[in-house]
């Protein structure tokens, strides 16, 4: 029996591309089913992340249309991360494989073929990654760079040069669900899970259509939440800092202790200045980095859902039929329905390529 593969693309104001991502994903599916490299119960699902424009829309003309195509509808916006986590929980009862890219089409779908064929050798998860950046700026490609090695020096291990674009088998979704974490930040997850792993390398395109949802602004918020939510070293850092302060406080005091007893002892106002601001200023990133990591603590206790489902539209047969309700808990429940059952994840729950 051929195993079966989902797409889930998160969605956030793509109107314009979504019909083109549609048609390309479509080619795609249908070229690997009739090779017999996937089964025809195979679909995509795209997940409309609160958009306020006409994507949920066009999701249902193609869900309509077409039964490949499937829709999941997010009560609000959640977020990239928090979008594609519901769209990969949702399925992940159903399908053997699944794979997560944008709907920008930047990430190759062509590459999704190649990562089908290294899931039939054995691998559980499947990485894809950016040949190069010949295309990016040299501020993008500078800071895109300086990112992952920072955040890999920092304790945060991710793999250079990959976003959300990759393939995951049904037992490596299994043990997705079993991370808890609100602060959500997969491309530090996914390395945790294990198993078998192997990479394949693809040229990233130019946006098909459409603005970037990932202004500077929201990929520098993005790499502090993966940062603190995976790694401790930065209050570890500051552990580092306070002892060479106390121990350059101590030679200082040796040093006036000195010249005091040599009769050379001159009050300076710059000596004082620096000494107050540089502590000071010191004493104040180091509570506003353990505020942030206290902070996450607090969200963490209170354990929210990551998302809820408003609708999910899959096909049965007979027809298509529109699903409602379900929550990214960690309820227990199975499955969702006409009676607005919640989706059981045992876990709770934006994102352009860095």
């Not at 049904?170 to 192997?198: H, K, Q, W, Y």
């Not at 200082?252 to 502590?279: E, N």
């Amino acid at each position: 029996m051929k195993d079966t593969l989902f797409a889930v693309i998160p969605c956030y104001k793509e109107e314009e591309v979504l019909p083109q991502t549609a048609e390309t994903l479509k080619t795609v599916f249908d070229r690997m089913i009739a090779s017999g490299k996937i089964s025809k119960e195979s679909r995509i699902v795209f997940v409309n992340d609160g958009s306020t424009d006409r994507t949920w829309e066009i999701i249902c003309s193609l869900h309509g249309k077409d039964t490949l195509f499937r829709g999941l509808n997010l009560s609000r916006n959640r977020g990239h991360q928090n979008a594609l986590l519901a769209g990969l929980m949702t399925v992940r009862e159903e399908a053997d494989m699944v794979v997560s890219l944008d709907a920008d089409l930047q990430d190759d779908p062509a590459a999704i073929e190649e990562m089908v064929d290294r899931y039939h050798q054995g691998a559980d998860i499947v990485y894809g990654i950016r040949k190069d950046r010949a295309r990016d700026t040299f501020f993008k490609r500078f800071t895109a760079e300086a990112f992952y090695r920072t955040m890999n020096m920092l304790g945060a291990q991710i793999v250079f040069n990959h976003a959300d674009f990759r393939l995951m088998s049904r037992r490596a979704l299994e043990g997705l669900a079993s991370f808890r974490e609100v602060n959500l930040f997969l491309r530090g997850i996914v390395p945790m899970i294990g198993f078998r792993t192997d990479t394949v390398y693809y040229e990233r395109a130019e946006r098909r259509a459409g603005q970037s949802k990932y202004p500077l602004r929201k990929m520098l918020a993005l790499a502090w939440e993966g940062l603190t939510s995976l790694s401790i070293r930065p209050i570890r850092i500051i552990t580092v800092l306070g002892l060479i302060v106390f121990v350059a406080s101590l030679i200082l005091l040796i040093y006036f202790l000195v010249i005091f007893f040599l009769g050379r002892t001159v009050q300076g106002w710059a000596t004082i200045v620096i000494s107050v601001w540089g502590i000071g200023g010191l004493q104040l990133l180091a509570i506003g980095i353990l505020g942030e990591y206290v902070g996450k603590v607090y969200l963490e206790t209170k354990h929210r859902p990551r998302y809820l489902i408003e609708q999910y539209l899959k096909e049965e047969p007979g027809g298509a039929r529109q699903e409602t309700g379900g929550t990214g808990d960690d309820s227990g429940k199975t499955d969702v329905g006409m009676e607005s059952k919640e989706i059981s994840y045992p876990d709770k729950g934006g994102n352009e390529d860095v």
